[in-house]
């Protein structure tokens, strides 16, 4: 029996043996099988950080075009928009070239307007010449200066019945 044990030691013992080489051969494949995966991890890492970095270029680019082209689009709409109103305003500007002689008309008008404004500063002169006494009963006195403002808003009624 004693024999028969340590047949069945041996054998454990090999058993023990075979499972512990065959987990330091496991143990050998998984490191190797990490030490790849970590390698292609580190691969792809790199490839996908190329690629990302590559792909926010693309994006920066694809938004700079399309900022341009935005811009682009917005100045033909308005060079599209700018020839319609000039065309317009071509058209109309028959229609206005027939109307300018009435408007020529009125300018003279204001002219005497202006004469009359060039007429209103004399009685500004005149003032000085009133101020003086320049105690208050003297200034009561002053009705000599109402009927030269009364007459100027008759000078503005007159110019209002030339418009």
């Known amino acids: 029996m004693s024999e028969n044990c340590l047949n069945f030691a041996s054998i454990g013992v090999c058993e023990q043996l075979r ?9 050998a494949l998984c490191r190797s099988l990490i030490k790849e995966i970590h390698l292609n991890f580190q691969h792809f890492r790199k490839l996908f950080t190329n690629r990302k970095r590559h792909n926010l270029e693309a994006l920066k680019d694809f938004s700079r075009e399309s900022l341009q082209r935005r811009q682009r689009l917005r100045l033909q709409q308005r060079q599209r928009q700018q020839q319609q109103q000039r065309r317009q305003l071509q058209q109309q500007r028959p229609q206005r070239q027939q109307r300018p002689p009435p ?55 007159s110019n209002n019945l030339n418009k």
């Open 19 to 27: 499972l512990r080489f065959s987990d330091l051969k496991l143990l």
């Open 103 to 157: 408007p020529l008309q009125q300018p003279q008008r204001p002219q005497p307007r202006q004469q009359q404004q060039r007429q209103r500063p004399p009685p500004p002169l005149q003032q000085p010449q009133q101020p003086q006494l320049q105690q208050q009963r003297p200034q009561r006195q002053q009705p000599r200066q109402q009927p030269q403002q009364r007459r100027q808003p008759e000078l503005q009624v």
